[in-house]
């Protein structure tokens, strides 16, 4: 074409612009080769080592340590309840057959219940209670949720009880 110049020199491959910065002998540890790295490219790499150099230090902002305040707060009470209510009802299910011989299979089906059906029904009753936001309103929902399995697993426990054991209780209760 007219107008260009037909000699023009090819662009340097990725191997020549690094084949000036390394050593001719190999490293000898990852901390060697770090530091004849740096001594060879230019200063805005020493500049981003030296940026990096604190870097080691990890902090937790605020806001971080509150939400793991909440976390800790509203699923220990959570547990809490749900194991003292999965208790009561277990007690009564295996000591007093509460329910019959069916009732205690009727816990497994509300487990196998999808949660997200039961979602819209409740985002609207914690509106109307105004439960909506608070740590009552996610123990709530959280209690709600495991109550059917600890039942179910407190009440497993409580048969392998012998009876013997249950009158010992009443009657150290009562000081007999």
């Keep these: 074409m007219p107008g260009v110049a037909a000699s023009k020199s090819p662009p340097p491959s990725i191997r020549d612009l690094f084949d000036g910065a390394r050593s001719a002998d190999p490293p000898t540890s990852s901390s060697s ?7 060879t490219f230019p200063e805005a790499a020493r ?3 030296a940026a990096q150099e604190g870097s080691l230090d990890y902090k937790v902002s605020g806001s971080a340590w509150k939400a793991f305040k909440d976390s800790t707060i509203i699923s220990t009470l959570a547990t809490l309840c749900s194991v003292a209510f999965g208790t009561l009802a277990a007690y009564s299910i295996v000591r007093f057959r509460t329910g019959g011989d069916n009732y205690p299979f009727q816990f497994l089906t509300v487990r196998m219940f999808p949660p997200i059906a039961v979602v819209v029904p409740m985002v609207a009753m914690f509106s109307i209670l105004r439960l909506s936001d608070t740590y009552w309103g996610l123990i709530l929902a959280y209690t709600a949720f495991t109550l059917p399995f600890s039942i179910w ?8 009880i012998a009876p013997f054991w249950w ?3 009443a009657m150290a209760a009562f000081g007999l």
Excluded: G, Q
């Excluded at 080769?33 to 001594?39: F, S």
């Excluded at 697993?153 to 392998?160: D, E, K, L």
């Design 33 to 39: 080769t770090v530091a004849r790295e740096l001594n």
């Design 47 to 49: 500049e981003f080592a």
């Design 153 to 160: 697993m407190i009440r497993t426990w409580s048969y392998s």
């Design 167 to 169: 009158r010992c209780s």
